[in-house]
């Protein structure tokens, strides 16, 4: 899989699900704390090309994916298509 790069906050239990579903998996990711890099889900939004509201945020390689509900979603289709 291409690289994962999540952007959220170590206190968001969504970001660290994100953290942990790619670490389960041995996916290789990179984590990007809004806090410690002082972004804004503004900051976000020019990065990715779209309003951000909530945390995280997740792209796998260029390809945005969404939340921590669409991420796990988009594991699990990969999952499966790798199975048949």
Excluded at 15 to 22: F, I, M, P, Q, T
Excluded at 23 to 45: C, F, G, L, Q
Aim: hydrophobic share 35%.
């Amino acid at each position: 899989m291409e690289q994962v790069t999540i952007y959220g906050r170590s206190s968001c239990g969504f970001c660290v699900r994100a953290k942990s579903l790619c670490e389960s998996r041995n996916m290789p990711y990179t984590w990007v704390d809004m806090i410690e890099h002082d972004m804004t889900k503004a900051d976000i939004a020019d990065k990715i090309g779209r309003p951000v509201y909530t945390v995280p945020q997740i792209l796998v390689g260029d390809r945005y994916i969404g939340g921590f509900d669409q991420f796990a979603a988009y594991v699990r289709e990969q999952e499966a298509s790798q199975a048949r």
